[in-house]
C-alpha cells in the first residue's frame, strides 16, 4: 500500500490561491483529489491519470482547479485558484491501482491523512 503525504493547505481569503501537495511512496498511481466535510461522504474533485495525460474535474471545481504531477519526484498537486467559501473542506489525496482515472473513493486503494481548506470572505 503506498503511503500518501499532503501538504499545502491553509487560511485563504476568497477569490485567493492554494497549492496542495500529495508525496507518494512507491511507484506511479492514478491519483486523484477528493474532499470531505463534516457529515458527509467524500467527494471527487480532481483526478489524474498515470502519465498525467488525462485529467478530469468535478464540475464545481472545473476551470478554477488544476491538478498535475510530477513523476520523477511521486508528487501531486492540486492549484486552487479563485476560491469560494463553499470549498472550505478537508481534502483527502488518494492513489488508485486502476490504469483508468475513477470518480468514486472506493476505486482508490491508499489515501491520505488530510490537509484542511479553509476558505474565509
Known amino acids: 500500500q503506498v503511503q500518501l503525504v499532503e501538504s499545502g493547505g491553509g487560511l485563504v481569503q476568497a477569490g485567493g490561491s492554494l497549492r496542495l501537495s500529495c508525496a507518494a511512496s512507491?511507484?506511479?498511481?492514478?491519483m486523484g483529489w477528493f474532499l470531505q466535510a463534516p457529515g458527509k461522504e467524500r467527494e471527487f474533485v480532481a483526478g489524474?491519470?498515470?502519465?498525467?495525460?488525462?485529467?478530469y474535474y468535478s464540475d464545481s471545481v472545473k476551470g478554477r482547479f488544476t491538478i498535475s504531477r510530477d513523476n520523477a519526484q511521486n508528487t501531486v498537486y492540486l492549484q486552487m485558484n479563485r476560491l469560494k467559501c463553499e470549498d472550505t473542506d478537508v481534502y483527502y489525496c488518494?492513489?488508485?491501482?486502476?490504469?483508468?482515472?475513477?470518480?468514486?473513493?472506493?476505486?482508490?486503494?491508499?489515501w491520505g491523512q488530510g490537509t484542511q481548506v479553509t476558505v474565509s470572505s
Open positions: 512507491g511507484r506511479t498511481f492514478v
Open positions: 489524474i491519470s498515470r502519465s498525467g495525460s488525462s485529467t
Open positions: 488518494a492513489a488508485s491501482k486502476r490504469w483508468a482515472v475513477a470518480t468514486t473513493p472506493p476505486d482508490y486503494d491508499s
